[in-house]
């Protein structure tokens, strides 16, 4: 009985047989532990084969050594596989990724299998290679012509995978115009999480042949294009710089690099103009296209500019073509703002009369003459900025309040070009709209959400709003 327990075959069959415990007693969440647990269970039982000159790659009788020398090599070369495996899974293809990008790893873990099970077959059962592999050669052709879609799928998997042309993540377009995130790829198919919340599977043989562009690579930032036609009454130079001043005042778009403005053709009707933008990741370009097409059509309206008719029109308006559109009173801004369309025309007018148009220069400060009032943007773009960092952009038709900060932090307010703007003192405005509670309230509310797009110094950005607010309120002389 002591010979069978110091034989090294059963110290080689008890080691195998214990890594297998306590490899499942530790459970998937130690990934680290159990490849440490492998390699160690590994090299003691290499270490007794070679101290008594058992080679696992040489092939003896079983008749002659019996089913302890079978079972002791079968368990050091599952163990060779494992240990194998593990180390991939970790150090090469890193364990924590994403299941569905495991193609390469899954890979490596066929490869390893099929080379463990040829030796077992070869150096523990002595079966002759050679011929099983010629035998399995036919069948390999005979499933290979059967599967040959599935198969040219597959390896389509493998070539994008070592490629890397995207990732698990990355927003992709294709040549035929599908777009979306590449949230899963499998050995088959890619699968595509498209904007219309909807998923796309592309098998990859397809995906190999088609042209595509991965928006995420560099980074997400990436160009947009809004093409329209403004009427000739002005110079081609003066449309440009007044497009120009359009773009800077939106809050969606990369302004780093600059936009630009690109004049594609000119005829008897119209300039053609193409805005060149960037949008930080694909989810706001339309929230950027909607907002240029709004403040395209402020400029126009503020720099006297109008829309010209599509190429494809066939019937024109005589006075349209003639007419240029005239500029932007305080009423027609305050009529179009939510905030007072509840004011009657002529509390509008009174409104108009009383206000006080104003110049600055590109780079200036913007500053009311009361110490309290409200300015309404009729020209340019005007940039809020709070603690040093520019909290948002105010195009025109926007609405702003020249009001003390945040518990002691100004909101400072810097023309970004030439701007003009419209002056309503507070004692000219509180008159006006004691009889209007409701738009007391949507206009302090608008003011304060300046201040709450920056997060407040000191004790938080909700109290310094609710300051604000009570700021706000004095405009009104509530």
């Not at 600059?258 to 949008?279: F, H, K, N, S, T």
């Not at 930080?280 to 929230?287: G, L, T, Y």
């Not at 059509?297 to 109008?306: K, N, V, Y």
């Not at 419209?422 to 008159?431: K, Q, S, W």
């Amino acid at each position: 009985m002591f010979d069978l327990l110091v034989s090294p075959l059963v110290q080689v069959i008890a080691l195998g047989v214990a890594s297998i415990i306590i490899w499942h007693l530790q459970g998937r969440g130690r990934p680290n532990a159990r490849l440490v647990v492998q390699i160690a269970f590994f090299l003691a039982m290499t270490a007794i084969l070679v101290g008594n000159r058992i080679s696992p790659f040489k092939f003896e009788p079983i008749q002659e050594v019996g089913g302890t020398l079978v079972a002791a090599k079968l368990l050091w070369w599952v163990h060779l596989a494992w240990s194998t495996i593990g180390f991939i899974r970790i150090y090469i293809v890193l364990d924590g990724r994403p299941i569905e990008a495991r193609l390469l790893q899954d890979l490596f873990v066929a490869v390893v299998y099929l080379g463990v099970t040829l030796s077992i077959l070869s150096f523990v059962f002595g079966i002759a290679i050679g011929t099983l592999v010629a035998t399995s050669g036919v069948i390999a052709i005979i499933l290979g012509l059967a599967l040959q879609s599935t198969l040219n799928d597959v390896f389509s998997g493998v070539a994008l995978t070592l490629g890397r042309p995207y990732g698990i993540g990355d927003w992709i377009v294709l040549a035929d115009g599908v777009e979306g995130r590449v949230v899963e790829n499998t050995w088959r198919s890619t699968h595509i999480l498209t904007p219309a919340n909807n998923i796309v599977v592309l098998p990859n043989s397809v995906l190999a042949k088609v042209g595509l562009t991965n928006i995420t690579r560099p980074d997400e930032t990436h160009l947009q294009i809004l093409t329209f036609r403004v009427r000739p009454t002005h110079p081609p130079s003066f449309i440009a710089e007044a497009m120009r001043r359009a773009m800077i005042g939106a809050n969606h778009i990369v302004h780093d690099p600059a936009p630009g403005v690109a004049l594609m053709g000119l005829d008897a009707i119209a300039v053609e103009i193409e805005l060149q933008y960037r949008v930080s990741r694909p989810s706001d370009r339309n929230a950027a296209r909607n907002e240029l097409i709004d403040l395209v059509h402020r400029q126009c309206t503020a720099m006297d500019l109008s829309l010209a008719p599509p190429t494809t029109a066939t019937v024109v308006i005589e006075n349209a073509l003639t007419r240029p559109g005239s500029a932007e009173t305080v009423k027609d801004l305050l009529r179009a703002n939510s905030i007072f369309a509840d004011l009657k025309l002529e509390e509008l007018e009174k409104l108009d009369a009383a206000a006080r148009p104003r110049q600055y220069r590109s780079g200036a400060r913007v500053l009311g003459g009361a110490e309290t009032s409200l300015m309404l943007v009729r020209s340019g773009v005007v940039a809020a900025h709070r603690n040093g960092a520019e909290v948002t952009r105010l195009a025109p038709g926007a609405i702003f309040g020249q009001v003390d900060g945040i518990e002691g932090e100004a909101i400072s307010f810097e023309a970004l070009t030439e701007v003009e703007v419209y002056e309503i003192d507070g004692p000219t405005l509180v008159p006006l709209l004691q009889d209007y509670p409701a738009i007391q309230n949507h206009l302090s509310r608008h003011l304060a959400g300046l201040a709450a797009r920056a997060p407040a110094a000191g004790n938080g950005s909700a109290g310094g709003k609710h300051a604000f607010v009570r700021k706000v309120h004095g405009i009104l002389g509530r």
